[in-house]
Structure formats: structure tokens, C-alpha cells
């Protein structure tokens, strides 16, 4: 009979989360990355560590680390920012979605038209992600932050997505993040959310009514592949105030133009 050794355990930098098989230190890198990230102006290693969770020794060994690789970097003065390279593998993830190219002529253009903050998103992983955004010239203004993600729900973008996904995706997603309440107005319930989308088909754009920040309302449209699948969304973003019930069909009519438009210059449509 054939004997065997026993598999040797992971070297501690390596030892695996048991839910998951997920990489332990990995992890932590990636979570420290991300925070560095969020934090404009530069982060403290002690303001690192306390967000991350982690002792300020293991922190630093991290961020040691990821400015090795060129992930983010030490200013000098006790600052952590995003480093050079951190910025290039971003970049590759929106060269591979080179619709950027041919939407942001037409944002620009949805902007003057409509005087309003226009966003470009797609879903990724089930959440609502910001590739870019054309900020308006209003003093009060929406600012939505590239790279941020949002639940799907809850967002005009992200229900514009949803409205063209598969009943079999759409379910995923809302098994896998649920219908959290992130203010008064948010759907929360499942009938509800259906009964959204199916108006969000019908009319052409989506509508997100002070649903994830309170006195926001932002319209959105889907960018349609030739297959008839999302994706991206774009959208127009404003005070509740600049808004009113009145003006919403005049700014769905321009996003889901936009939208057209988009797919069209970018040969998304048959």
C-alpha cells in the first residue's frame, strides 16, 4: 500500500481562511490598498492600522510591502498615497472596457445639455462600480468618485443595469447582497424591486429618488451590447431640487439618447 507524507502546513504568510480558501495576508494587502486609496490627501499608518483592524506593526509590514511593488507610496511625512502602479493595473481594467472612449464625448455633451453631473458605471460583482464621471458647473453639485461602488438597488445606474441582466443574474445579486435600507425611501423588498425594473423596461431609464443619498435624485439608462446585455449605465445625477417630478421625462429621454448613442459610436448595437 502506497504510503503517503502529510501535506506540510502554509508558511504563515500564507495560511488560508477557511471560508473561502482565501489568502490570509493577500487579503489584508488588498484591504490596506483600498483604504489608502479612499483616503485623499494621504493616510497616517496609524489611521491604517485602526481602519484595517490590524496592530500597527503588521500595517507597516504590509504597506512596506505594496510600496516594494509600486502600490502605493511613502511621502515622506508619514503619509501613505496610491503608488504609480496601483494607477497602471487600473488603467488596464478600463482599457479592457474601451467604451470610456466613446462615452465620454457623449457624457460631456449629455452635461451641457442638461446642466447636470453625468456618471458613467458598470456592475461588477453584483455592485454598481464609477469608471468616470463630467462634474456640472452648479455650486451644488453630485459627486460620485471613480472607483466607488454602490448597491445596485439603491442606485439609478445600478437599476438600469439590473432592469437588462437575466432573472437568473439579477436574482444572484440580491441573494448575495440583499436589500439593505440605506435611506427612507430605498426598496427593500423583493416585489417591489421587481416591479421597479419591469417600469425601468417599459419607460427606457431608471430612476433613483433620493433612494441612496438623501435629496439626490439621479436618472439612468443602460448601454446595451448587440446581444441586448448591459454593459454600463450612464446617468445624470442632481439636488432633488434641480429635479422635480415635471423635469424627470425630459432627463430620461437625454440619458437613454446617450445611452443609444454610446452603444451605437462603440458598435454595441446590431
Same mark, same amino acid.
Request: proline letters at 6%; glycine letters at 8%; one cysteine or more.
Given at each position: 500500500?502506497?504510503?503517503?507524507?502529510?501535506?506540510?502546513?502554509?508558511?504563515?504568510?500564507?495560511?488560508?481562511?477557511?471560508? %473561502?480558501?482565501?489568502?490570509? @495576508?493577500?487579503?489584508?494587502?488588498?484591504?490596506?490598498?483600498?483604504?489608502?486609496?479612499?483616503?485623499?490627501?494621504?493616510?497616517?499608518?496609524?489611521?491604517?492600522?485602526?481602519?484595517?483592524? !490590524?496592530?500597527?506593526?503588521? #500595517?507597516?509590514?504590509?504597506?512596506?510591502?505594496?510600496?516594494?511593488?509600486?502600490?502605493?507610496?511613502?511621502?515622506?511625512? %508619514?503619509?501613505?498615497?496610491?503608488?504609480?502602479?496601483?494607477?497602471? =493595473?487600473?488603467? #488596464?481594467?478600463?482599457?479592457?472596457?474601451?467604451?470610456?472612449?466613446?462615452?465620454?464625448?457623449?457624457?460631456?455633451? !449629455?452635461?451641457?445639455?442638461?446642466?447636470?453631473?453625468?456618471? !458613467?458605471?458598470?456592475?461588477?460583482? %453584483?455592485?454598481?462600480?464609477?469608471?468616470?464621471?463630467?462634474? &456640472?458647473?452648479?455650486?451644488?453639485?453630485?459627486?460620485?468618485?471613480?472607483?466607488?461602488?454602490?448597491?445596485?438597488?439603491?442606485?439609478?445606474?445600478?437599476?438600469? !443595469?439590473?432592469?437588462?441582466?437575466?432573472?437568473?443574474?439579477?436574482?444572484?445579486?440580491?441573494?448575495?447582497?440583499?436589500?439593505?435600507? =440605506?435611506? *427612507?425611501?430605498?426598496?427593500?423588498?423583493?416585489?417591489?424591486? *421587481?416591479? *421597479?425594473?419591469?417600469?425601468?423596461?417599459?419607460?427606457?431609464?431608471?430612476?433613483? *429618488?433620493?433612494?441612496?443619498?438623501?435629496?439626490?435624485? &439621479?436618472? #439612468?439608462?443602460?448601454?446595451? @451590447?448587440?446581444?441586448?446585455?448591459?454593459?454600463? /449605465?450612464?446617468?445624470?445625477?442632481?439636488? /432633488? #431640487?434641480?429635479?422635480?417630478?415635471?423635469? =424627470?421625462?425630459?432627463?430620461?429621454?437625454?440619458?437613454?439618447?446617450?445611452?443609444?448613442?454610446?452603444?451605437?459610436?462603440?458598435?454595441?448595437?446590431?
Amino acid at each position: 500500500m502506497e504510503s503517503r507524507l502529510p501535506t506540510p502546513p502554509a508558511p504563515p504568510s500564507e495560511k488560508r481562511d477557511r471560508h %473561502g480558501g482565501r489568502v490570509q @495576508s493577500l487579503s489584508r494587502a488588498i484591504a490596506i490598498l483600498r483604504i489608502v486609496a479612499d483616503a485623499r490627501g494621504g493616510i497616517a499608518l496609524n489611521a491604517v492600522a485602526r481602519t484595517a483592524g !490590524l496592530a500597527p506593526s503588521t #500595517a507597516h509590514r504590509l504597506l512596506t510591502t505594496l510600496k516594494h511593488e509600486r502600490l502605493v507610496q511613502d511621502d515622506g511625512h %508619514g503619509l501613505w498615497r496610491v503608488g504609480p502602479d496601483a494607477f497602471a =493595473i487600473g488603467s #488596464a481594467f478600463l482599457r479592457e472596457r474601451n467604451i470610456l472612449d466613446f462615452a465620454r464625448p457623449v457624457m460631456q455633451r !449629455l452635461m451641457r445639455e442638461t446642466g447636470e453631473t453625468v456618471n !458613467l458605471a458598470v456592475e461588477v460583482e %453584483g455592485e454598481a462600480l464609477y469608471l468616470t464621471q463630467v462634474e &456640472c458647473e452648479q455650486i451644488m453639485r453630485a459627486f460620485s468618485k471613480p472607483g466607488t461602488r454602490v448597491p445596485m438597488h439603491s442606485s439609478a445606474v445600478g437599476k438600469a !443595469l439590473l432592469a437588462e441582466l437575466p432573472p437568473q443574474r439579477v436574482a444572484a445579486i440580491v441573494e448575495q447582497h440583499g436589500l439593505a435600507k =440605506i435611506t *427612507d425611501r430605498t426598496i427593500t423588498q423583493r416585489p417591489a424591486l *421587481d416591479a *421597479d425594473l419591469e417600469m425601468v423596461r417599459k419607460r427606457g431609464y431608471a430612476i433613483d *429618488d433620493a433612494e441612496h443619498a438623501v435629496g439626490l435624485r &439621479c436618472i #439612468a439608462a443602460a448601454i446595451r @451590447s448587440g446581444e441586448g446585455l448591459p454593459v454600463a /449605465a450612464v446617468s445624470v445625477s442632481a439636488p /432633488a #431640487a434641480r429635479v422635480p417630478d415635471q423635469r =424627470i421625462p425630459e432627463l430620461g429621454a437625454a440619458v437613454r439618447r446617450a445611452a443609444d448613442e454610446i452603444a451605437a459610436a462603440s458598435g454595441r448595437q446590431g
